[in-house]
């Protein structure tokens, strides 16, 4: 999943055997946005990852798929996104070799797969939560969730090795070009393995989650109970007339006002869900569109977008933490927590 440069005005060339770049005032500043995009998506996984591992509570289902993301996530933003930014600075050459060209274009494919397939493990794991959360059992759950992740890392390790054994070439010596493999084959396999699959699942998963709550909102209605009017009859003695009287039971309606506690923490994680499905395919589609066109085409864009919308996809990685503890109060109070232990 990479894809060439932040600016155009970056440039390289062969000067007697030498390199040269000359930067313009944009380049800086957008060289050093990214650099702090690299930093800051690291050390936000980072600190989701130590607070699972010194947090108890933490270490059960869901929160092993939140460790799965966070660990593929810290992955990008420690092998990927620094060697992205350094071919950047060479004007989307590759400068480092053939042998660390393979290294890294593994690396990006692996690592990105596995965080866009934890996002849709994520999903899934609170769809059966919410919608069939009386057979969705710990033991269920947590059986499931470590299939989910094993699933994930085999399927990114597939994707992202199979170049390595002749399936298409990733680089260049003659152009210093180090990319993911063009050979369409594969581009149909690694985008629909990598995102199109997964996009289908995460949509078809929030949309019925989104009509079980529009169900369950639907069924809180006013419950009222009217009994009938009854007549009692007595008999005081044989021979004495009867006597007959009415009893009229008041009618008695109640109407559950707020939603219960399991309704609010449903529709926090219907929420969350949503807002992480959204970020993802707002950061990822641009680039998997881009991957899977450009080579079934043989049509090309400009340098400029290949990088917009790779360093889009990488932001991914900087959100995903950001959403998920920003909808869990464990996990804030953790983080003060923490904090408060250091100082």
């Known amino acids: 999943m990479t894809q060439p440069n932040v600016t155009a005005n970056i440039s390289l060339g062969y000067e007697s055997g030498n390199l040269y770049r000359p930067f313009s005032v944009f380049s800086v500043l957008t060289l050093t946005l990214l650099a702090m995009l690299v930093v800051a998506t690291f050390v936000w996984n980072l600190l989701v990852l130590v ?3 010194r947090v108890r509570t933490f270490h059960r289902v869901p929160h092993n798929l939140v460790a799965s993301m966070a660990i593929s996530d810290v992955m990008v933003a420690g092998l990927v996104m620094p060697l ?9 050459r590759w400068i480092l070799g053939r042998a660390l060209c393979q290294v890294w274009i593994s690396c990006d494919v692996l690592c990105c797969t596995a965080s866009i397939w934890n996002v849709t493990a994520i999903a899934l794991d609170r769809y059966w939560s919410i919608t069939r959360h009386l057979e969705y059992t710990l033991k269920t759950r947590k059986r499931i ?14 994707i992202s090795l199979s170049p390595l ?22 581009t ?45 009859e007595v008999k005081e003695a044989e021979r004495q007339p009867q006597m007959a009287f009415t009893v009229r039971h008041a009618t008695v309606s109640f109407q559950t006002d707020g939603e219960t506690w399991r309704e609010q923490k449903e529709r926090r994680a219907a929420l969350m869900v949503g807002i992480l499905i959204g970020v993802f395919v707002l950061c990822w589609i641009p680039f998997f569109l881009a991957e899977l066109i450009i080579p ?28 998920y503890t920003a909808f869990n109060k464990n996990y804030n109070n ?6 408060s232990r250091q100082r």
């Not at 003659?174 to 594969?186: F, G, M, R």
Request: charged share 15%.
């Open 51 to 53: 607070t699972i591992l």
């Open 334 to 339: 953790a983080f003060r927590n923490l904090f």
């Open 165 to 186: 054994f002749g399936w298409g070439e990733i680089y260049s010596e003659d152009t210093l070009a180090c990319q993911v493999s063009q050979e369409p084959s594969y």
């Open 188 to 232: 149909v396999f690694s985008t629909f393995g990598a995102f199109y699959l997964p996009l289908c699942v995460v949509l078809f998963v929030y949309w019925k989650i989104y009509k079980a709550a529009k169900f369950r909102i639907g069924s809180r209605k006013t419950n009222t109970i009217t009994p009938m009017a009854e007549i009692i």
């Open 296 to 323: 079934l085409c043989s049509c090309d864009i400009p340098p400029v977008w290949k990088s917009v919308f790779l360093w889009l996809g990488y932001s991914n990685s900087f959100f995903n933490p950001l959403i």
């Open 84 to 92: 992205s930014l350094v071919r950047e600075l060479y004007g989307r």
């Open 145 to 158: 969730s470590n299939a989910m992740i094993g699933l994930t890392w085999l399927l990114s390790s597939v």
